[in-house]
Each structure stands twice: as C-alpha cells, then as structure tokens.
C-alpha cells in the first residue's frame, strides 16, 4: 500500500543511493525501497509484524538483506508488501 508525502521518486533515488554506499536505510528509505508508506512500515514494526529492523542509539535502521528477506516472505504467503 503505497501512498502519503514519501511516496516519490526522490526517495525511492534515496533509498537506491543509500543501498550503493550503506546496507542500511531509515524507516522513510526502507518505506520507499519496499513501496509502502512510511506510516504503514511504523504499524508493522509496533505490532512486530515488520522487518527486521535495528536501532543504532535513537535511529531505527533497516538492513536492506532484512527488507529484501521479509519481502520475499511476504510473497510466499501470498501477502503483497
């Protein structure tokens, strides 16, 4: 479910960028990178339901293997991310 102000080509540029020089993204890249809201990756991630995700002192950073990982699993149940 995509949508909302992070919703743009910029970020998923971003998110691309980031990927080339860190594996890893922030909750709004991460968003991008797996085409869905930032707000929706939030609830998944409060429910537990997310990716793997990490936080590195206040900063909550996704793995871009993490995302990749979780995505695929959501297709083999038949869920679209």
Known sequence: IAGGPM???DD???AN???RGSPFLNTEQAA?????SARLLK?????GEGPVFRRHCRFVQY???DLDSWSREQSAKGIRP
């Open 43 to 47: 609830q998944l991630r409060a429910k």
């Open 63 to 65: 793995h871009i293997d």
């Open 7 to 9: 919703d743009s080509d």
């Open 17 to 19: 960028r980031a990927k």
């Open 12 to 14: 998923i540029a971003r």
């Open 32 to 36: 991008a990178y797996l085409k869905i």
